[in-house]
């Protein structure tokens, strides 16, 4: 008996493994894609969570450090009480009974602008601004006293986390008793710092030269003025620099900040931002308003005419009961009209009935 055998058709093993090798690689090149779009993407996302919250600190920033400026309140005025009355001298009147002097008085709120370092970054930021938040269902106060502050991460040890709070007590003593709530304006804080920027005084030649320029009548250009960097700021600051504006503020502020790119510890790379803030409660004679343009004098008259406009009295507005000038008096006809009550030439007049349609009404 014969077994006749059929070639059927299939793969061999040669043509399987040539199928295998080419799927691995291009399974291969397919995940190394993928990978790579993944990790895009969360770069991406982090670098948008960075740049929002950069853009929240500068905004709020921007808030607060532009209302800053030094308030007056009533204080204790202590001199008044040193200050007792002397006897009256033999021979003299008793001197009359005077009302008790104030014991209240008008002066600065200390520590209005207060910040200390710790390390390269702040430990502490406390101002008085009028630009408080307003917070949905309370009243919006007038002034309020802001401090910022950096704690240190409970997941990260190498991050910070920056924190805002504020009060309607000004008085530092009283800010620190009240112990407002405080909320967190960004995470991932790698370094925040501060410089203050002071304004140096115009020496005494530079300011003999403005006054003599002003006396020629020439427009004195207003020089921009030195600037001097402090890393802290209190009210002893411009006390200690003479050559400085006896101001309580500086003219500008800087902030160096940078940020986490990604919340992972095993990473190190941050981003750094730099921002540039203007105190406009800043008054020493630096930026000087407009002057408001005066009107111009009245011309004057010869003296005939002079005389006679005193005796006839400066022209004003009508009375009641007295016609204005420029109007004819009575039983004077103005010119142009014809005498004997005739109306001046013109096209006639068409009588009252041609006025409406025939058989209408008014």
Known sequence: MVIKMRNKPGFTLIEMMVAIVITSILGG?????????????NRINETIDVDFEDSIIYNQLEKDISGIFVPQLFVDDRSSESKKEKPAQP?????QAQPPKPKRKLARVKDALVSANEDKSIKNLSFITNNPLQVYGESKPRMVRVEYYLEPDENNSKQLKLYRRESNKIEMAEFKDADPRSYQIAAGVKQFSLEFYAAK?????????EDEKKKEGE????????????????????????????????????????????????????????????VFAFDSGVVQQPKQAQPPAPPQLPQG?????????????????????????????????????QRPAGPPRGKRDQLFRPGGRR
């Not at 190394?32 to 895009?40: C, D, E, G, P």
């Not at 021979?91 to 001197?95: A, F, N, V």
């Not at 209190?234 to 503020?249: A, G, I, R, V, W």
Request: charged letters at 30%; aromatic letters at 8%.
């Open 305 to 341: 005419q002079a005389g006679q406009a005193q005796g006839q009295g400066a022209a004003g507005p009508p009375r009641q009961g007295q016609r204005p000038t420029g109007q004819r008096p009575m039983g004077q006809r103005p010119t142009g009209q014809r005498p004997g009550g």
């Open 91 to 95: 021979g003299q009147p008793p001197k």
């Open 201 to 209: 005084q115009p020496k005494k030649k530079e300011k003999k030269k």
């Open 219 to 278: 427009e004195a250009r207003k020089e921009v003025p030195e600037l001097v960097p402090f890393a802290e700021w209190n009210d002893s600051t411009t006390k200690e620099n003479k050559e400085l504006y006896q101001e309580l503020l500086p003219i500008f502020l800087r902030v160096d900040l940078e940020l986490w790119e990604s919340s992972n510890p095993d990473e190190d790379q941050s981003r750094k931002y730099t921002f540039f803030y203007h």
């Open 29 to 41: 090149m397919l995940l190394t894609i993928f990978l790579q779009t993944q990790r895009s993407v």
